[in-house]
């Protein structure tokens, strides 16, 4: 009987091969889709970013307005007011319309003194 010398296994290894033309031209496109799609990527990033940001401002903006009336417990409106010409005292008096506080009190200045004529129609 004769022994064999040798055996043949089948084994698996990693190596370099070179790229059809096809390869080359699917690898290609792959490559430009994917930058095409980077691009676009980036860009939605940036819109959306430039977005919060601009939320994040609007809303710093709001909180520091809200923090000012919680603090100072007041805010400056524009409010109707009756100045009222006493020409008998030669005084002024400036009325808040809708809480009746006086205001202003004070002597007439000269140009208030004179009375504007009014004529009827």
């Given amino acids: 009987m004769s022994k064999k010398e040798t055996k043949t296994v089948v084994i ?8 059809t033309e096809d390869e080359i031209k699917k690898a290609a496109k792959s490559l430009s889709a994917c930058t095409d799609e980077l691009k676009s990527l980036e860009e939605e990033k940036k819109a959306m970013s430039d977005n919060f940001k601009s939320q994040i401002t609007a809303c710093e903006a709001q909180q520091s307005l ?4 919680v603090r100072d417990e007041y805010e400056y409106r524009r409010v109707d007011c009756n ?3 006493d020409y008998k ?3 002024v ?3 808040r ?4 506080e006086v205001i202003e009190n004070r002597d007439m200045l000269a140009d208030e ?4 004529m009014e004529f009827g129609d």
Avoid: E, P
């Avoid at 698996?12 to 790229?19: A, D, E, G, N, Y």
């Avoid at 809200?66 to 009336?69: D, F, K, M, V």
């Avoid at 003194?113 to 504007?116: A, F, L, P």
């Fill in 97 to 100: 319309t809708d809480t009746g």
């Fill in 12 to 19: 698996t290894q990693r190596l370099k091969c070179v790229l």
């Fill in 83 to 85: 100045k009222i010409l």
């Fill in 93 to 95: 008096q400036v009325v």
């Fill in 89 to 91: 005292n030669s005084t």
């Fill in 113 to 116: 003194k004179q009375k504007t």
């Fill in 66 to 69: 809200s923090s000012a009336l």
